[in-house]
């Protein structure tokens, strides 16, 4: 029997980096996948590499800034595989390079409203329907940026520290109904925001010489971790936050 057997799950930035990743590997384990994300072309590219290998998926272009979509993306989800039981929040932008005084209201507007509002409206819609069907799990892909300072991302730090705290709040409010929630906390992986830094062989090697294993993580490695707390496997963990970062927060 495979893990996720029946259930479906709602990824949101589905559609490369850690998102495809658990997009693929949910898929894999019997788990019915929508996915979402702004680039309605690179989404349906992985739905029919997906339905070649006899997996179910959906793919709904949009982004968590729009209300409408994701109502739309959730109500799609239920309409087309009876109910929604999974919840990943990946969708996530960086900025990176600037001090805090050197941050304009732009970036710091752009980086609350994906990485922070867009979890929270993602959550409220998939908990209506997760109250529903009796329960269900919600995985937030966070940062080590939210639990340590990382160099020249104080915005983007704040918004994963906030998602930490939402997850810890979802945890409390909805364990009664039989929904938990979780974290995960990559560090630097090889994923398109990282590859800025990923081409910097000056840089990516100061940045790695913080690393217990010194390389980049990969986004199949996260996805192992989110489909074990997205399992039954993990039905007596909530409230927690997973450090997956090559042992970057160890010292």
Known sequence: ????D?????????????????????AREGAAVVITGRRK???????LEIEAEQGRALAVAGSVTDEAHVRSAVSQAVRRFGKLEILVNNAGVG????????????TWDELLAVNLTGVFRF???VVKEMLKSGGGAIVN?????????????????????????????????????GIRCNAVSPGLVDTPMAEPLLKDPARL???LAEYLIARPGKPEEVAGLVL????????????????????????
């Open 141 to 177: 892909i966070s940062s080590i940026a939210g639990s340590v300072g990382l160099p020249l991302g104080a915005a983007y730090g704040v918004t994963k520290g906030g998602l930490d705290a939402l997850t810890s709040c979802v945890a409390v409010d909805y364990a009664k109904h």
């Open 1 to 4: 029997m495979k893990r996720l």
């Open 228 to 251: 074990y707390l997205a399992s039954d496997e993990a039905a007596w963990v909530t409230g927690a936050n997973f450090m997956i970062d090559g042992g970057r927060t160890a010292q």
């Open 95 to 106: 900025a990176f390079g600037k001090v805090l005084h050197e941050t304009d209201d732009a």
């Open 41 to 47: 072309e690179i989404l349906e590219r992985l739905v």
């Open 205 to 207: 090697k100061e940045v």
């Open 123 to 125: 959550t409220r819609a």
């Open 6 to 26: 029946g259930k479906v799950a709602l990824i949101t930035g589905g559609g490369v980096g850690i998102g495809a990743a658990i997009a693929r590997l949910f």
